[in-house]
């Protein structure tokens, strides 16, 4: 057998699931940080048996016995240390080379710096007076400093004190700045990234602390700041807890994805383990991909308002898309997993999530009770938002059996909504849907994208414009992207959110304005044409429904094409000759 490079060994210890492969020989329990069994080297029968993950060791309190992952197959199993490594490495899925040093990650000066920023502010959430803010902060949250210390929380003082520290370290400003952890001001100064924040570390699934989520005290903006993307932090590609909730994940077949790191502390806390968060942002396609990676099915357990439901339904559609089974759970109004955790316990947050529902079933359950099943129109409309679910639906069996519900809810035959959910996806020379997957604007020159900017721009004003158009236009109007973005941002208060192309569409909005105009003669066009451009897709999709339908059918979907004409004509007489003319009003 040839000799392991020491680095690779190191790659190996690093990568290795400590938890789980030791897991494999003894029943683990988590205590805090730490996982506790019977010592399986002394055969006793109380739980002094310690594995701890952070540091990649595990340790007997009676007998003594004690190593990294490596030991502990030496130990139990009577492997010699090459054998045990790639034994290690087998279960971690790393080849081991023959021959020949990788050389070691350029990255580490980034992790090392991170880890060493992580252990300084953690312990400046124990100890300095300057942090009794964040201490009576978490005591609010009724969170005491012992609970959260295994976890790692630390505070960022106010001062510039993080700079001599990590100086007296040997950390080198230029590693910090690209750690993220300094920001260079405009005159040139460094100063810390982040001053007078509760921090929670954010780790990678190897359990590296890589980057911060730094929640502000006090008064101030934004609520909570992230590290920015660095070499070895990327936001979108990181879920917090994921290095802990990836063992309980496995096991229980499923994974609980919440909102916030509040939310995540209180349900592991209350022994709920398999809890994830993205980082302050909508789901990525990464993130649900990493999901899948350890669970097949998904609880969303998110906020129950209108802000909540629709970051739901979009991580929903998300995780749809890479075949896993998503499931909601329900929140009463006003709470969210922390508050509920805090006041009815592990028992309450059980009960929510055993009454989960299918995410197709949820959205269901949510049209029928504002009313959409009633009319035609409104069946048609209630269609339009299950759609996207249905067409996100990447598993064969989930797709089908939404189209069936979803036809039998709307009372629409299952082969004319299974034809809607194909062509569409395919693309088949079909006209752009308004809900499907974003069209470059360029491809429809006859949108109203100044229809769609005007109700951007009022919405930017402020009150009462804001509630105003929030009111009678959904985001999912909005065809134009980056518009459509702004326009969710600003409904949800979360501007911070954007991604840079809708955060230059902002800022862009934001600098043109009303320019003089009257927001009240804006509000009235804009309105009104998005209107009528529903009704006429409405009066499209009847057309295309109508020769496949029975008689009868046929005769009542005439009489409602009529209808909804008549009301296209009221609501905006000028309606067609304005789009011939001049493209679109608003602007
Ligand atoms: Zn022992």
């Known amino acids: 057998m040839s000799l392991i490079p020491d680095d690779v060994i190191e790659q190996v210890r690093e990568a290795a699931d400590i938890v789980g492969i030791i897991g494999e020989h003894v029943e683990l329990k988590r205590t805090g940080s730490d996982f506790r069994a019977p010592c399986p080297f002394h055969g006793g029968t109380h739980r002094n048996f310690a594995v701890i993950p952070r540091k990649g060791m595990f340790y007997c309190f009676v007998c003594h016995a004690g190593g990294d992952v490596f030991t502990f197959f030496m130990k139990k199993l009577g492997m010699d240390y090459p054998t045990a490594v790639r034994e290690v490495a087998r279960q971690a899925g790393i080849t081991i080379p023959e021959r020949g040093p990788t050389g070691p990650d350029p990255r580490e000066p980034l992790y090392s710096a991170v880890a060493a920023a992580a252990d300084w502010f953690a312990r400046q959430l124990r100890e300095s007076p300057e942090a009794q803010v964040?201490?009576?902060?978490?005591?609010?949250?009724?969170?005491?400093?012992?609970t959260v210390q295994p976890l790692g929380l630390g505070y960022a003082p106010r001062s510039k004190a993080f700079l001599d520290a990590m100086k007296g370290l040997g950390v080198r400003d230029e590693v910090l700045l690209e750690a993220g952890l300094l920001a260079k001001r405009e005159d040139g100064t460094l100063a810390p990234r982040f001053r007078g924040r509760l921090l929670f570390p954010i780790h990678d699934v190897r359990a590296r602390v890589v980057g911060f989520g730094g929640r502000i005290l006090g008064e101030g903006e934004p609520k909570y700041l992230n590290s920015p993307d660095t070499p070895i932090f990327?936001?979108?590609?990181?879920?917090?807890?994921?290095?802990?909730?990836?063992?309980?994940?496995?096991?229980?077949?499923?994974?609980?994805?919440?909102?916030?790191?509040?939310?995540?502390?209180?349900?592991?806390?209350?022994?709920?383990?398999?809890?994830?968060?993205?980082?302050?942002?909508?789901?990525?396609?990464?993130?649900?991909?990493?999901?899948?990676?350890?669970?097949?099915?998904?609880?969303?357990?998110?906020?129950?308002?209108?802000?909540?439901?629709?970051?739901?339904?979009?991580?929903?559609?998300?995780?749809?898309?890479?075949?896993?089974?998503?499931?909601?759970?329900?929140?009463?109004?006003?709470?969210?997993p922390d508050t509920l955790g805090q006041k009815k316990g592990v028992a309450g947050l059980e009960e929510i999530l055993k009454d989960a529902v299918d995410v197709l079933e949820r959205k269901i359950q949510i049209l029928d009770r504002k009313g959409f099943f009633g009319t035609l129109p409104g069946r048609r409309r209630a269609l339009d938002r299950l759609l996207p679910t249905i067409r996100a639906a990447k598993d064969p069996i989930t797709r089908e059996l939404y189209i069936s519900r979803a036809a039998e809810a709307a009372g629409v035959r299952k082969d004319v909504l299974e034809r809607e959910a194909g062509m569409r996806d395919a693309g088949s020379g079909m006209?752009?849907?308004?809900?499907?997957?974003?069209?470059?604007?360029?491809?429809?020159?006859?949108?109203?994208?100044?229809?769609?900017?005007?109700?951007?721009?009022?919405?930017?004003?402020?009150?009462?414009?804001?509630?105003?158009?929030?009111?009678?236009?959904?985001?999912?109007?909005?065809?134009?992207?980056?518009?459509?973005?702004?326009?969710?941002?600003?409904?949800?208060?979360?501007?911070?959110?954007?991604?840079?192309?809708?955060?230059?569409?902002?800022?862009?909005?934001?600098?043109?304005?009303?320019?003089?105009?009257?927001?009240?003669?804006?509000?009235?066009?804009?309105?009104?044409?998005?209107?009528?451009?529903?009704?006429?897709?409405?009066?499209?999709?009847?057309?295309?429904?109508?020769?496949?339908?029975?008689?009868?059918?046929?005769?009542?979907?005439?009489?409602?094409?009529?209808?909804?004409?008549?009301?296209?004509?009221?609501?905006?007489?000028?309606?067609?000759?304005?789009?011939?003319?001049?493209?679109?009003p608003g602007t």
């Open 134 to 146: 964040a201490r009576d902060y978490l005591a609010t949250r009724q969170l005491d400093l012992e």
């Open 234 to 336: 990327h936001k979108g590609k990181l879920l917090y807890n994921l290095h802990v909730a990836k063992h309980a994940m496995r096991k229980a077949e499923r994974a609980i994805l919440v909102e916030g790191y509040f939310d995540v502390l209180r349900l592991s806390l209350a022994g709920i383990e398999e809890v994830v968060a993205p980082l302050g942002t909508g789901l990525t396609p990464e993130q649900a991909q990493l999901v899948k990676h350890h669970a097949p099915h998904v609880i969303l357990l998110y906020d129950s308002d209108e802000p909540g439901l629709r970051a739901t339904f979009r991580a929903g559609d998300e995780l749809l898309r890479e075949g896993l089974r998503v499931s909601v759970a329900t929140l009463p109004a006003g709470e969210d």
């Open 431 to 584: 006209r752009p849907s308004p809900t499907a997957h974003p069209a470059s604007p360029i491809s429809h020159p006859a949108l109203p994208a100044s229809a769609e900017k005007a109700v951007v721009l009022l919405m930017l004003e402020g009150e009462p414009w804001k509630s105003r158009v929030a009111e009678v236009v959904d985001a999912e109007e909005l065809e134009f992207p980056p518009y459509r973005a702004v326009f969710e941002s600003v409904a949800d208060d979360a501007v911070l959110a954007l991604d840079d192309t809708s955060a230059r569409a902002y800022e862009l909005l934001k600098a043109e304005g009303l320019g003089g105009r009257d927001p009240n003669e804006m509000y009235e066009l804009a309105v009104n044409w998005l209107e009528a451009r529903r009704l006429e897709r409405q009066m499209e999709r009847l057309d295309d429904q109508l020769p496949f339908e029975t008689p009868d059918r046929q005769a009542s979907l005439l009489a409602e094409k009529r209808r909804v004409f008549d009301e296209l004509r009221k609501r905006y007489p000028r309606y067609k000759i304005a789009k011939r003319r001049r493209g679109a």
